[in-house]
C-alpha cells in the first residue's frame, strides 16, 4: 500500500477518535444545587432568580477599571464588550 493510500485512512482516523475526546474526562457528583428556585428558576425554561438582582452603579469603579486597562493594554486598542 503507497503513503498516498494509507494517509487518507490515518486521516479519516484521527477525525473520527477526536469526536470522542476526553468524553470519559468528567466527574460524576451530585447537584447541590438541584430543585433551588434561586439557582435554576421555578421553571428550566424560566430565568433564576439571582439574575434579576440589580445593583447601584458606582462610576468610582469604572475610573479604576479603566486605569487598570491602561496598564494592562497600554498602545493596544481595547475593545469594550459586545
Same mark, same amino acid.
Do not use: W
Given at each position: 500500500?503507497?503513503?498516498? *493510500?494509507?494517509?487518507?485512512?490515518? %486521516? /479519516?482516523?484521527?477525525? %473520527?477518535?477526536?469526536?470522542? =475526546?476526553?468524553?470519559?474526562?468528567? /466527574?460524576?457528583?451530585?447537584?447541590?444545587? %438541584?430543585?433551588?428556585? =434561586?439557582? =435554576?428558576?421555578?421553571?428550566?425554561?424560566? %430565568?433564576?432568580?439571582?439574575?434579576?438582582?440589580? =445593583?447601584?452603579?458606582?462610576?468610582?469603579?469604572?475610573?479604576?477599571? *479603566?486605569? /487598570?486597562?491602561?496598564?494592562?493594554?497600554?498602545?493596544?486598542? /481595547?475593545?469594550?464588550? *459586545?
Amino acid at each position: 500500500m503507497k503513503l498516498k *493510500n494509507l494517509l487518507p485512512i490515518v %486521516a /479519516i482516523a484521527l477525525v %473520527a477518535t477526536a469526536c470522542d =475526546y476526553q468524553k470519559n474526562n468528567r /466527574i460524576k457528583q451530585k447537584d447541590l444545587h %438541584a430543585g433551588d428556585e =434561586y439557582v =435554576y428558576g421555578v421553571h428550566p425554561d424560566s %430565568a433564576a432568580v439571582q439574575t434579576k438582582n440589580t =445593583y447601584t452603579a458606582k462610576p468610582e469603579l469604572e475610573v479604576r477599571a *479603566n486605569a /487598570i486597562r491602561e496598564q494592562l493594554f497600554q498602545g493596544k486598542e /481595547i475593545s469594550k464588550g *459586545n
